[in-house]
């Protein structure tokens, strides 16, 4: 049974989306059958692995308002054992058209449940906001990634986000966790990215992981063409930034065996 996580922050520009493209991708290298669900209507996951949200005829739109299966929707991307489950700008009624329906906050969940045992991983790319696509997703996830970036402001928002959690946890989803906090963007050079890093870890603890995404042009670059950092360029930062997370994310869910050393990829290299 494939485990579902959801990237979540009703925050725009925290790294989201290069976040899901990312570590989906270094699951599916790291051999685990990874799904990525672009559950957005800007598309921009949907794109970042190499297709063009004009051309997308049926979407997880499709999955959730028409009740169909994602099985006949799904899209094999060109990294092996990474799948997409598109998105299209329709999904932008989505929420007003589920208003009136029963189980509106489970329909995403349904729509998986037909799908997720074929799957290691499903990595879910939620929109920038707190609505019912988001609740949606939460309800359906076994835990959410929080990205951070390492920037003024960057616990704005954050209590309520973790607010829309505790709800989700009490009335939809008692078994949704928070897999962690996933600081990003972050620059050596600035004192600021520091103090963000001291201030989020203070704040939060254990709940942040050990590995923090550095700003990097290359994980800039690759989604105007279509690909992921690790199709892009495999040594660069942000390519070894998103492995050690992924393997982060398996060591703490028990999935692989290594030794400290194996724990880290060196960041010198690229």
Do not use: W
Request: charged content about 20%; some cysteine; proline content about 4%.
């Amino acid at each position: 049974m494939g485990k579902i996580i959801a990237i979540a922050n009703q925050k725009g520009g925290v790294g989201k989306t290069t976040t899901a493209i990312n570590l989906a991708a270094s699951f599916a290298v790291l051999e685990h059958k990874t799904l990525l669900i672009d559950a957005d209507p800007q598309a921009n996951a949907t794109s970042g692995v190499g297709f063009d949200p004009k051309n997308v005829k049926t979407s997880i739109y499709e999955c959730i308002i028409e009740g169909r299966n994602p099985k006949d929707i799904i899209l094999q991307t060109s990294t092996p054992n990474l799948d997409l489950l598109p998105a299209h700008i329709d999904l932008v009624g989505a929420e007003i058209e589920m208003i009136n329906l029963p189980n509106r906050e489970k329909m995403m969940k349904q729509a998986l449940e037909k799908v997720k045992d074929e799957y290691d991983f499903i990595i879910v790319d939620c929109s920038p906001s707190l609505g019912l696509i988001t609740v949606n997703a939460l309800t359906a996830a076994n835990s959410v990634i929080v990205p951070v970036q390492c920037e003024y402001f960057a616990l704005e928002g954050l209590g309520k986000l973790l607010n829309t959690i505790k709800i989700v946890q009490s009335r939809l989803n008692p078994d949704l966790a928070i897999e962690g906090i996933l600081l990003t963007m972050y620059d050596i050079r600035l004192r600021l990215s520091n103090q963000v890093v001291e201030e989020v870890k203070t704040h939060f603890q254990s709940m942040v992981f050990d590995t923090i995404i550095q700003r990097n042009t290359k994980l800039g670059e690759a989604p105007s063409f279509g690909e992921t950092i690790i199709m892009h360029d495999a040594t660069s930062k942000g390519a070894i930034n998103y492995l050690n997370l992924a393997r982060e994310v398996l060591q703490k869910n028990n999935l692989t065996r290594m030794s400290d050393e194996q724990k880290i990829i060196n960041i010198t290299q690229g």
